[in-house]
Nanobody
Framework: VQLQASGGGLVQAGGSLRLSCAAS????????MGWYAQAPGKQRELVAS???????NYADSVKGRFTIARENAKRTVYLQMNSLKPEDTAVYYC?????????WGQGTLVTVSS
């Protein structure tokens, strides 16, 4: 199983990034997917999730700014991040979950400068 996250980088406050996470080795369409962020010195926290049925959930801090979406045909989940703030700076990880099975990607760094 491999979850390959990409799309991170350095962006100014107010800018946008789109993260992608491509999955292999799992039946992607049946998995719930999520994006998590871990800022320096802090715990990893859920940013957004999408169920296999397409229901979405967002952390309060990103509601109205971030959008999670999935494309089952490409086995990929996306996180569109708009109106980025310096406090969004973190390593972003994607995760796949179904029942007792849970898999994590390697993370992609997002840095938002003020």
């Amino acid at each position: 199983v491999q979850l390959q996250a990409s799309g991170g980088g350095l962006v100014q406050a107010g800018g946008s990034l789109r993260l992608s996470c491509a999955a292999s080795g799992i039946m992607f369409s049946v998995y719930d997917m999520g994006w998590y962020a871990q800022a320096p010195g802090k715990q990893r926290e859920l940013v957004a999730s999408i169920t296999n049925a397409g229901r979405t959930n967002y952390a309060d801090s990103v509601k109205g700014r971030f959008t999670i979406a999935r494309e089952n045909a490409k086995r990929t989940v996306y996180l569109q991040m708009n109106s980025l703030k310096p406090e969004d700076t973190a390593v972003y990880y994607c995760a796949a979950r179904r029942g007792n099975n849970e898999y994590w990607g390697q993370g992609t760094l997002v840095t938002v400068s003020s």
